[in-house]
């Protein structure tokens, strides 16, 4: 695939994030600046909970979708805090909620406590887009990833993630793999995330090239793809103005 015909279409399925120790309300200006481009606006700017109504103001003129994240980063296992937070992120008006799977209860086999999770998820986003983060560097075995993956999508789950980027090992081409083709065995309409030390071209197309290939090129979009990331939005830009 051309660089430059990937970087547009990368650019419009980038969830362009934030979520540093010392975000402040001027990293949130300077990242839902950024979010629109020359080349097209990103697909959604990703906040802490704490930022969702100063990004959805910045973003309201547009397209631009506003997620946030919850049970971030451990992947916990309480559904008190689950359903504070994802209800306080909603009522501050996220579009989209990113949920860390409890990765630890599954780790253990503790399969009920994992559908539950997904279940009251979904319950709580009341038709907003729910993407469950899985944290594939922790599971790491890839059948394990295909079953965690079956979880999420039989319990309601629109996008199934690979990672925080929080962790040691974040986001690889063979954990997409797991991923993708479990989605693809489904019936369900379920997208995929990857995130978690994606910086260039070449770390993104990886993955776009392993889902038109699964998924077909008609599926990659916005509504069923996304690319977490920081840095890369510069890259992907830098590549569309050099043209090549």
């Known amino acids: 695939m051309d660089d430059v015909i990937a970087a547009h279409t990368l650019i419009r399925l980038l969830d362009l994030t934030s979520l540093n120790a010392d975000d402040s309300e001027y990293t949130v200006d300077e990242l839902c600046r950024k979010a629109r481009t020359p080349y097209g606006n990103v697909a959604a700017v990703c906040v802490w909970p704490k930022f969702v109504a100063q990004a959805k103001e910045l ?3 547009s397209e631009i979708k ?3 994240v919850v049970n971030f980063p451990n ?3 309480n559904l008190g805090k689950l359903k504070k937070e994802i209800c306080a992120a909603l009522e501050s008006g996220a579009n989209e909620i990113d949920a860390v799977f409890p990765y630890r209860e599954f780790l253990n086999k503790n399969v009920k406590t994992c559908e539950n999770f997904v279940q009251t998820s979904r319950e709580l986003c009341e038709g907003r887009a729910l993407k469950i983060i899985l944290e594939t560097g922790e599971i790491q075995n890839a059948a394990k990833i295909a ?3 079956r979880i ?3 319990n309601g789950a629109d996008f199934i993630k690979t990672s925080t980027g929080k962790t040691k090992v ?3 081409p063979e954990a997409a793999n797991a991923i993708l083709e479990t989605i ?7 997208g995929f995330k990857a995130s978690g030390g994606i910086r260039t071209i070449d770390d993104a197309k990886k993955y776009l090239v392993l889902a038109t290939s699964i998924m077909g090129y008609k599926w990659v979009s916005p509504a069923n793809m996304r690319i977490g990331a920081s840095s890369l ?4 830009i830098a590549t569309v103005r050099r043209g090549y």
């Open 147 to 149: 079953e965690a993956s």
């Open 66 to 68: 506003v997620a946030t």
């Open 233 to 236: 939005l510069d890259n992907l």
């Open 152 to 154: 999420c999508i039989e």
């Open 170 to 172: 974040s986001a690889t």
């Open 184 to 190: 693809s065995q489904s019936t369900a309409n379920v």
């Open 59 to 61: 973003t309201a003129d």
């Open 75 to 77: 992947g916990e296992n």
